[in-house]
C-alpha cells in the first residue's frame, strides 16, 4: 500500500503546474493529495505520511509542529523564494525560517542565495535537510524555452503590490496581517515599504499610460499580480484601446514566451523573462518612490534599468525592432548568471525532489486521536459553519456560498477540471503519457466516523 503525501496549495495560478509537474515523479510510489491552503486543516483527516508546505512561517507552523509530534514528515518547497527584492527575505530567514528548521525534515532550495543564508550559523544536522535542488518553477521555464509561440503582446507590464491593493476580503485587514506576521521586522522598515508601494503602483500605472499613448498602435498587456485587485487596471482598459488585462487562468510562461517586452518594477518574473527569451528586461529606474524600495542590485542580471523615461522608450524601440539580434544571448551564460535564483535550469528539479522524498524511511504514525481533533481545534466563524457541511459535502457549502455571492472569484480553489485540464497539458509539455487517476480525496477515518468527503483531491496512477 502506497503512503500517502499532501502537498499544501497555496496559490493555483501561479503554483499548480508546477506541483502537478511534482506530482508526476510522485504519484509512482506515493498516492499524492492536493490541499488547499485555505483548507490545511483537512491533513487532519487525510492523515499522510508526509506534507509539503510552501513555508513554515506563522502561517503554517501550527501544522508544521502537529505533523513532527505525530511521526509524519514536513517538507518544504518554497513557491516564491528565490530573490530578495527589498531585503526582507533575509529577515525572514534569520528570524523565524531558521528558528524553525528542527520541525522540518527536507527543506528544498529554488537556488544558491537561499542554500547559502539558509546554511549560515546552523547546526550540522539541520544543514543536512536543506537540498540545493531547483524548484518545479525551474522545470517549467525549461519545458517552455523549448516551445515557439506567436507574439501576442508587444509591451507587457507586470504588477505586483497585493499587499496595498488586496483583491481579496479588507484591504486594511491585509496591511495588518502583512504587519504582524513581520512582528520582526522593524515597523520603520515596514511601513516604508508599504507607503513605497503605494507610491510605486501609483507610478506604474502612470507609466502605463504614457507608454499606452505614445505606442498607440502596439498591443499593450497587464499582468495583474493574483492577489490584487484588478480595479485600477479595468479602468486603464476602458480608456485605452490597446490595453488588456491577462486573464488569470493564462500561464505565466506562455504569458512571458508571447510578449515582446517586459516592463517591471523589481519582479521574480523579469528573472523568468530573461531565461525563457534570452534576452533583458526593463525597469523604470526613475521612479520618486526608489528612495522608499530600494532594490536588490541583483536585478540587474535580468534588466536593464532605465534612468528615464526617454531611455526606457528607447529601449524599447529597440526590442520592437524584428531585426534586432540580441546580445549576450548564450543559454549557458544566461543560466550560470541566474543560479542565485534559479538553480540549473534542465528540467530536472522535479525529480531530484522526488528522489529526496523517497529516500526517508518512513515511520509508523502515531495512532493518535489527538491529530484528528486539531481539525476542530481553533476554528474560525467561517470554518466552523462549514464543519456542519462536512458531514454531508463540503462542497454544498460552495454551491450555496456561490448563489448568494456569485460575483465573488474563487482563484484559490481547486476543481477537477483544472487540475485535469493542467494534468493534460503538463503531459504534452513534458512529452510524458503517463496514465493519472484524478479524483475528489475521501477519507476512511475511524477518529471521526462520520466525515469522509474532502475539497482535497488524489492524484493516483
Not at 547559502?116 to 543536512?128: A, T
Not at 536543506?130 to 516551445?147: N, V
Request: proline share 2%.
Amino acid at each position: 500500500m502506497k503512503k500517502k503525501i499532501c502537498i499544501i496549495l497555496d496559490n493555483p495560478t501561479r503554483d499548480l503546474k508546477g506541483l502537478l509537474l511534482l506530482s508526476l515523479y510522485l504519484i509512482d510510489k506515493f498516492d499524492v493529495y492536493l490541499v488547499e491552503q485555505y483548507n490545511k486543516r483537512e491533513i487532519y483527516l487525510l492523515k499522510p505520511s508526509l506534507v509539503i508546505f510552501h513555508n513554515a512561517r506563522k502561517n503554517n507552523i501550527t501544522e508544521i509542529k502537529n505533523c513532527k509530534k505525530n511521526n509524519i514528515y514536513t517538507c518544504l518547497l518554497d513557491t516564491e523564494g528565490g530573490y530578495d527584492a527589498f531585503g526582507i527575505m533575509k529577515e525572514i530567514i534569520n528570524n523565524e525560517l531558521k528558528k524553525n528548521l528542527n520541525y522540518i525534515d527536507l527543506y528544498f532550495c529554488w537556488g544558491k542565495y537561499m542554500y547559502r543564508n539558509l546554511k549560515q550559523k546552523i547546526s550540522n544536522n539541520q544543514k543536512n535537510i536543506i537540498k540545493l535542488t531547483g524548484s518545479p518553477k525551474g522545470d517549467l521555464i525549461y519545458f517552455f524555452s523549448k516551445m515557439n509561440k506567436t507574439t501576442h503582446t508587444d509591451i507587457l507590464f507586470n504588477t505586483s503590490f497585493p499587499i496595498i491593493d488586496a483583491r481579496y476580503g479588507n484591504k486594511l485587514k491585509t496591511v495588518n496581517s502583512f504587519k504582524s506576521e513581520l512582528d520582526y521586522i522593524s515597523a520603520i522598515k515596514k511601513n516604508r515599504y508599504l507607503k513605497g508601494a503605494k507610491n510605486n503602483q501609483h507610478e506604474f500605472i502612470k507609466l502605463i499610460k504614457n507608454i499606452a499613448n505614445d505606442y498607440k498602435d502596439k498591443i499593450i498587456s497587464i499582468r495583474v499580480h493574483p492577489f490584487e485587485s484588478t480595479k485600477k487596471y479595468d479602468i486603464l482598459c476602458n480608456e485605452y484601446s490597446n490595453i488588456y488585462i491577462i486573464k488569470d487562468d493564462e500561464n505565466l510562461n506562455d504569458t512571458l514566451k508571447k510578449s515582446k517586452v517586459l516592463i517591471h518594477y523589481n519582479c521574480t518574473t523579469s528573472f523568468e523573462f530573461f531565461l525563457l527569451k534570452k534576452h533583458k528586461t526593463l525597469m523604470p529606474n526613475f521612479f520618486t518612490s526608489f528612495k522608499y524600495l530600494k532594490y536588490n542590485d541583483y536585478i540587474k542580471k535580468s534588466s536593464i534599468l532605465c534612468n528615464s523615461y526617454d531611455q526606457l522608450k528607447k529601449s524599447i524601440d529597440v526590442m520592437l525592432n524584428k531585426s534586432h539580434k540580441y546580445k549576450n544571448n548564450n543559454s549557458s551564460k544566461i543560466q550560470n548568471s541566474l543560479n542565485e535564483v534559479f538553480y540549473k535550469i534542465d528540467g530536472k528539479s522535479s525529480e531530484k525532489i522526488s528522489k529526496n522524498i523517497s529516500k526517508l524511511k518512513f515511520n509508523v504514525l502515531n495512532n493518535n486521536k489527538n491529530f484528528s481533533d486539531n481539525f476542530f481545534f481553533n476554528n474560525s466563524v467561517k470554518e466552523k459553519i462549514i464543519n456542519i457541511f462536512y458531514y454531508f459535502d463540503p462542497l454544498y457549502y460552495r454551491y450555496l456560498r456561490n448563489l448568494v455571492s456569485p460575483w465573488k472569484l474563487r482563484s484559490k480553489e481547486l476543481n477537477l477540471k483544472l487540475i485535469s485540464s493542467e494534468i493534460k497539458d503538463l503531459k504534452k509539455l513534458i512529452n510524458v503519457r503517463k496514465k493519472v487517476i484524478i479524483k475528489r480525496a475521501f477519507i476512511n477515518n475511524s477518529d471521526i466516523p462520520k466525515i469522509n468527503k474532502t475539497f482535497a483531491f488524489e492524484l493516483t496512477t
